[in-house]
C-alpha cells in the first residue's frame, strides 16, 4: 500500500441509506467511482435514485475532492448540489439515497489544514498566475549552470523553460515544477527517486532526460532534451486525407516504438496526448518524440494529482482508457494503447471519440458509452485502419493489442507511401 506520506487518514461514515453503519477508510492516494454499477467501487446501493456511475472521488490524505458525473439526482453537499468541491472535517455528502460523513485524522504533531490547497480548485492559467510573475520579475530561483531565457509551455503542475546551459551554449528545456510541494521533504525526495527512474529512459523516440535536482528554494526541476517543436495539427491540416492518414500513422508509430521500449523497461506513461508528442523537421523528414514520459506517475505520487480538482482533466481525461479513469493511479500497458489509439483518431479527424462540455460529461460517457466510430466524421478512411482504431479503442483492456510493438505492425502499412 502507497501509505500517504501525511500519515493522515479520511474516514466515510455511512450515515443513513441500506449501507448504514458502514465505515470506510482510506490512507493512501485513490480514486473512487460510486454509483450502482457493478464496475463502481463504492456500489452503496442498487436504488434507481443512484446513477450507474453517479460521482468519483479522489482522495489523498488529508486531501478529498468530490465530482458528480452528471448524475440524475446530483451530489449534494451539506444540503448544497455540487458538480465539484474539495471536502474538508465534518462535511457531509448525499448521494442518491446514501449520506455519509467525511473524518480527517492527522496525526497529533500536524497542525490543521484546509481540505485542497485552493491551487487545486482553479484553473490551470491561474495556478500558473503565481509562478509567471515570479519568472518575469526575476524572483524565482536560479538554476546554477544555465540561462533561463524564456517560457515554452506551462500546465497546472508547472512551467517548461528553454534554457541555456552556459559551459557549451547548448539548449535545453527545464521543467520547473510550481512550489506547491516542497513543503513535504517526504514528497520531494519521492519524486527525486522516481525521477531517477526516468532518467534512464534512452530512446530516440523519447525525449532525453539530463538531469534532476532541487533549487535552493527546494522546488524540483527537471533538465530535458530541447525539441523545436513542429505544430502537429498546423502541420496536417492543409494536406489531403491520404497524406493526413499517411504521416498521422507515421506519427503514432513512432510513438508506439518508444512506448514499446519504455513498457519493456516496466515504464507506463500514463498521459499520452497530441501537446506530449513533440514533433519537429530532420532536414526534410517529419520526427517525432515523446515528451513527458513517466511524470505523470510522478505527478500523482509527488501530490494532490489533480485528476479530479482542476479544469486541466478536460484536456487530458479524453485520453484515458475507462480502467485509469475508473483508478487513476492505474499503470499498465494497455491504457498507454488506448491513449495511442485516441492520438490517431484525433490526428486524422481533429474530433475526439467522446466530445463533452464538462470533464464529468465526458468521464460518464467514458465509463458508459462505446466511443464514436472514427467513420463517422471520416467515412472514405480504409475499413483496416478504423479497425486498427476500434481496436485500440476497446474498453476493456485485454481486447487491445497485447503489445505497443503489435499495434506498431498493424500500422505500418498507413505510414508509408504508396
Known amino acids: ?115 485542497v490547497p485552493q491551487t487545486f480548485l482553479k484553473t490551470p492559467e491561474s495556478a500558473h498566475d503565481s509562478f509567471h510573475k515570479a519568472f518575469r520579475a526575476g524572483d524565482f530561483a536560479d538554476i546554477p549552470g544555465f540561462t533561463l531565457e524564456r517560457e515554452l509551455g506551462h500546465g497546472s503542475m508547472g512551467s517548461v523553460v528553454l534554457a541555456r546551459r552556459r559551459a557549451t551554449n547548448e539548449y535545453v528545456a527545464i521543467k520547473i515544477m510550481l512550489p506547491l510541494i516542497m513543503s513535504d521533504r517526504k514528497v520531494v525526495e519521492r519524486f527525486r527517486r522516481e525521477a531517477s527512474i526516468v532518467l534512464r529512459l534512452q530512446h530516440k523516440r523519447i525525449v532525453r532526460c539530463m538531469d534532476f535536482n532541487l533549487t535552493a528554494d527546494n522546488v524540483p526541476y527537471l533538465v530535458m532534451e530541447y525539441v523545436n517543436e513542429v505544430k502537429l495539427q498546423e502541420f496536417l491540416k492543409p494536406m489531403s486525407l491520404l497524406d493526413r492518414i499517411r504521416v498521422a500513422s507515421g506519427v503514432i508509430v513512432r510513438v508506439l516504438e518508444g512506448l514499446h521500449y519504455a513498457h519493456t523497461q516496466e515504464i507506463v506513461h500514463r498521459d499520452v496526448k497530441p501537446t506530449n508528442l513533440l514533433a519537429y523537421m530532420s532536414g526534410r523528414k517529419l520526427r517525432v518524440k515523446l515528451a513527458d514520459f513517466g511524470l505523470a506517475k510522478n505527478y500523482v505520487d509527488a501530490g494532490f494529482s489533480n485528476c479530479s480538482a482542476s479544469n486541466e482533466i478536460s484536456g487530458t481525461i479524453a485520453y484515458m482508457s475507462p480502467e485509469q479513469i475508473m483508478n487513476c493511479r492505474y499503470a499498465k500497458p494497455p491504457c498507454d494503447i488506448y491513449a495511442a489509439g485516441v492520438c490517431l483518431y484525433y490526428l486524422i479527424s481533429e474530433r475526439l471519440p467522446y466530445e463533452a462540455t464538462s470533464a464529468a460529461a465526458q468521464i460518464s460517457l467514458i465509463l458508459n458509452s462505446p466511443p464514436v466510430p472514427i467513420t463517422d466524421y471520416v467515412s472514405e478512411l480504409p475499413v483496416e485502419l478504423a479497425s486498427i482504431l476500434s481496436r485500440a479503442l476497446s474498453r476493456e483492456p485485454e481486447d487491445r493489442y497485447n503489445s505497443a510493438e503489435a499495434m506498431r505492425q498493424a500500422l505500418l502499412p498507413f505510414a508509408r507511401r504508396s
Open 1 to 115: 500500500m502507497n501509505v500517504s506520506t501525511s500519515g493522515s487518514i479520511i474516514v466515510l461514515h455511512v450515515l443513513a441509506g441500506p449501507q448504514a453503519g458502514q465505515e470506510l477508510r482510506f490512507t493512501d492516494h485513490q480514486t473512487f467511482i460510486v454509483g450502482r454499477s457493478r464496475k463502481a467501487h463504492l456500489q452503496l446501493s442498487d436504488s434507481p435514485q443512484f446513477s450507474r456511475f453517479h460521482c468519483r472521488l479522489e482522495l489523498n490524505p488529508p486531501h478529498i475532492a468530490i465530482i458528480d458525473l452528471d448524475s440524475t439526482n446530483g451530489t449534494k453537499v451539506n444540503g448544497h448540489r455540487i458538480k465539484l468541491a474539495s471536502l474538508v472535517d465534518g462535511d457531509v455528502v448525499t448521494v442518491g439515497d446514501t449520506t455519509f460523513k467525511v473524518t480527517i485524522i492527522r496525526p497529533l504533531a500536524e497542525s490543521p489544514v484546509a481540505a
